[in-house]
């Protein structure tokens, strides 16, 4: 078996050897049968030409023989027979007569015999008795005259024939050797041609079983081998991109099948809305088991009634127009439990555009919803009274600024304050502080309708909403007055706050809005400034807000920006009031008071008492108050070369809020030491208001700046806090009695008691005492007789100019000079 596949496969195993083998057998049976036919055709025409030469020589010997034969001479007949059996393949030569007695024989033992196998006698033609393959025998008459007297009988051998034909043979099939291995030759050479290309084919073929379907053959030409590389190479494309989309189909039902067990609820209901599949999450989330689920349809089973049949509707209708419908839905779990989820539904068709399926996926956001509540309750809420804070107030107010302007009804805000909240946080503790903001914050909400907001803003301040009031701006202002007045009635009531009972009044500013297009902040910021009229009212009040008072924010704010302005263009000019000393008979002025003014570009020279207080409430204070103390420096830095005004000081005011910075103290000394004044030189009026906090602190900075020489004054003392107890803690130079009291002093026997209680008061705390606001020489000669011996107003010089103020030095002390302190 073995052998016989071994030679099969030898022959067979390759188309090369198969065209080998087939062509090297056909070539070589046709060539075989071509030698044998050619072989053949010589073998008969090699016998007929020795047949014919075979009869030429019988009937030549029969003609030569003929006398000797009628003389019956035997001798001579036998030479004949003799002689001529000597030609090659003669095997015989016979004479005969005519009966067949043999006359002459090349063998002599036959001579005498007779032969009876002779032709008929009447047959005058040569006559071939045995044409076998080894011997050519025949009988040729010997004639004489027409007369018939014996026989020539010759017999030829085969064998120089054969010979001869074997030759003929032999390279006969050496042609059809050499043709055979041509043939095969030829054969491997075109098999090898052919079978390369087929191998190449077969290659790629092998690489593609086992796995790399990327290969392809490559084979040009126009033959069928490459026809058929090509026909392949395209079966291998249509292979791979069938393979390719099968793997994208097998990845896509993968992705598909991970997709749909993934955290989300997912199902699959059919074009009637019957649960078809449900995934795993389904079952966790739900509590439903896909078996009690599948045949259900997700209302039935998930429903929760907190969406009314319109909800449904409208998801109808957008999965028919858009294909998928989107948005949060609240759904109910097997236990009754109601969640939210953020839902998509998306509608599957088939190829012929015909719904099929729906596939639903919910996300459960129960705890991002907690969390999202709870971060808007921090973001939209005040934490302590659990009130909407300023920025849900505001996101309302816009809301309410539309519809009110849409619905054409009218809105108002009452701004409530409570009036000394401070002073009761600070009394009885802020634990107490925020229980009586809560108890505000219920009974603000105890005073509205459910739809109205109430809102707190921080601190002790309060925002109360009013939405849908009359279209009509009285009857509005009447309803929202009436809340107001509910609002200071609830508000009034005592609270109860731990073991203490207190009262804190509000002061409510009330304005209407929704009758035209504002920005939000507008309202709340008339509903702030009506609460401040409320408050300047005395407090304990309601007031609705009056445009005159808005037009005069306007100013202030304008005014604000001009102050900015004003600073960086150095608008400010610094004005100096002269300080007369008189005592044992000498006058001399030790100082001024500087000033401020603003020289302003269209408007003139502009008073401090028009921009100050603004200054101060905007913090332009600071930077102002910085620009005058520089400026009072550099002042005494050029006094300071001049022999006769190098012993001059100047006060300069500064404000609670600028000594409360807290480099206030660095600020001072940088600037002395920029400008390398004397510290003594300068003097800083201080007012009773910094004493009201911080007391200690101020008293710190007096004393470091005074340990560098620096003077204070107590400016307007009299007018305010005066606490005896702080006076003697301040490290002070001066106490100025105010100009209030320096006015009157003459005609109001209380003011002259206030100036003599201050200038009493100065003189035992050892300091020295300075009046301001002196007009007239009688005022001089009173507080000169009071023991006040330091004065500052009209009656010497108003505020002036630097450089007035050095030309016009001497002249300053004239009103004393004349008067007669002078003489005294
Ligand atoms: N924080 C700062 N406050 C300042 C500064 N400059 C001034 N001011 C304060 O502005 C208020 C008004 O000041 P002004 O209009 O300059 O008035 C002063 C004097 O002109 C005025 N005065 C002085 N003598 C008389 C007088 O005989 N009669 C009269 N009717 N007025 C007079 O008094 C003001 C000085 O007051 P005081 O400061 O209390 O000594 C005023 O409060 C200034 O303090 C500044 O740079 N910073």
Not at 69 to 90: C, F, H, K, M, W
């Amino acid at each position: 078996m073995s052998r016989h596949f071994s030679l099969r496969t030898l022959l067979l195993g390759s188309l090369r050897r198969q065209l080998m083998a087939g062509m090297g057998i056909v070539v070589s049976l046709m060539m075989a049968m071509l030698v044998w036919q050619w072989a053949a055709r010589q073998h008969a025409d090699l016998k007929n030409q020795q047949t014919e030469q075979a009869i030429a020589l019988a009937e030549s010997i029969a003609l030569s023989s003929s006398v000797w034969v009628a003389s019956r001479d035997v001798a001579g007949l036998q030479e004949i027979a003799t002689n001529s059996a000597g030609y090659p393949d003669v095997r015989f030569v016979i004479l005969l007569d005519r009966q067949g007695q043999v006359l002459a024989h090349s063998d002599p033992a036959f001579l005498g015999k007779f032969m009876p196998d002779l032709p008929a006698s009447a047959s005058a033609e040569t006559t071939i008795i045995q044409n076998a393959s080894s011997l050519l025998d025949l009988a040729s008459p010997v004639m004489l005259d027409k007369e018939h007297l014996g026989w020539v009988r010759i017999g030829i051998g085969r064998t120089q024939l054969d010979t001869r034909i074997k030759e003929l043979l032999k390279s006969g099939l050496i042609y059809l050797f050499s043709g055979a291995l041509m043939i095969v030759f030829f054969a491997s050479v075109t098999g090898r041609y052919f079978t390369r290309r087929l191998s190449a084919i077969s290659r790629v073929a092998e690489a593609v079983r086992t796995g790399d379907t990327s290969q392809r053959v490559s084979m040009r030409g126009t033959d069928e081998a490459a026809s058929l590389a090509r026909e392949f190479n395209n079966m291998l494309d249509t292979l791979q991109q069938r393979e390719s989309e099968l793997m994208q189909s097998k990845d896509a039902l993968r992705i598909a099948a991970t997709a749909f067990e993934s955290n989300d609820v997912m199902f699959v209901c059919d074009a009637q809305w019957r649960i078809l599949q449900v995934n795993r999450a389904f079952e966790r989330v739900t509590g439903y088991t896909p078996e009690y689920a599948v045949g259900k349809t997700p209302r039935d089973l998930l429903g929760s009634n907190l969406q009314r049949q319109d909800f449904y509707d409208t998801v109808d209708e957008t999965i028919k127009a858009h294909g998928s419908w989107q948005g949060e839905v609240w759904d109910k779990r097997s236990n009754g439990e109601t969640f939210p989820a953020w839902s998509t539904i998306t509608a599957v068709k088939s190829a012929s555009g015909q719904l099929t399926h729906y596939v639903a996926n919910l996300s459960d956001f129960s705890s991002r919803k907690a969390a999202e509540n709870e971060i808007k309750t921090l973001v939209y809420y005040d934490a302590l009274t659990m009130l909407p804070n300023r920025r849900m107030l505001m996101d309302r107010l816009t809301t309410a600024l539309h519809t009110a302007l849409s619905q054409q009804r009218l809105g108002a805000l009452l701004f409530v304050d409570l009036d000394d909240f401070k002073t009761l946080n600070d009394t009885l503790g802020h634990h107490q502080g925020d229980r009586l903001l809560q108890l505000v914050a219920e009974r603000l909400q105890a005073c509205v309708r459910g739809a109205d907001t109430v809102a707190r803003l921080g601190g002790d301040e309060f925002v109360v909403m009013l939405e849908g009031l009359s279209d009509n701006r009285p009857d509005a202002a009447r309803q929202a007055e009436q809340v107001a007045a509910k609002v200071m009635a609830a508000l009034n009531v005592p609270y109860e706050l731990g073991s203490a009972v207190r009262r804190s009044t509000p002061s409510v500013g009330i304005t209407l809005f929704g009758d035209q297009d504002e920005l939000i902040d507008e309202p709340l910021k008339r509903a702030d400034l009506a609460m401040y009229q409320a408050k300047a009212a005395g407090r304990n009040t309601a007031r609705m807000f009056d445009p005159q008072t808005q037009a005069a924010v306007t100013l202030r704010s304008e005014l604000e920006a001009a102050l900015r302005q004003a600073l960086e263009q150095e608008q400010f000019v610094l004005y100096l009031q002269p300080q007369i000393s008189s005592q044992n008979g000498v006058a001399r002025v030790t100082g001024a008071e500087a000033l401020i003014r603003w020289q302003h570009p269209t408007r003139g020279l502009i008073g401090p008492v028009e921009f100050i207080g603004i200054a101060e409430e905007c913090g332009m204070i600071i930077p102002i108050g910085q620009w005058v103390l520089r400026t009072a420096c550099k002042q005494l830095a050029q006094w300071s070369t001049v022999p006769d005004l190098a012993h001059l000081t100047i006060a300069v005011n500064v404000s609670a809020k600028q000594f409360h910075e807290p480099d206030f103290v660095h600020q001072v000394l940088a600037e002395l030491e920029r400008s390398a004044v004397p510290p003594r030189c300068l003097k800083i009026e201080i007012t009773e208001s910094m004493l009201i906090s911080n007391v200690d602190e101020v008293i710190a900075r007096m004393e470091e700046l005074q340990q560098h020489g620096v003077g204070f004054a107590m400016d307007d003392f009299g007018t305010g806090y005066s606490s005896l107890t702080y006076l003697k803690r301040l490290p002070l130079d001066v106490l100025k009695i105010d100009q209030s009291f320096v006015r009157d002093v003459l005609v109001d026997s209380n003011d002259a008691a206030i100036v003599n209680m201050i200038v009493a008061l100065a003189n035992s705390l050892g300091l020295n005492v300075i009046a301001e606001g002196v007009e007239t020489a009688e005022q001089m000669r009173y507080l000169a007789q009071q023991g006040c011996h330091a004065y500052q107003g009209y009656l010497f010089s108003k505020p002036v100019s630097a450089r007035e103020f050095e030309d016009r030095l001497a002249s300053f002390i004239k009103p004393v000079t004349n008067s007669a302190l002078a003489t005294n």
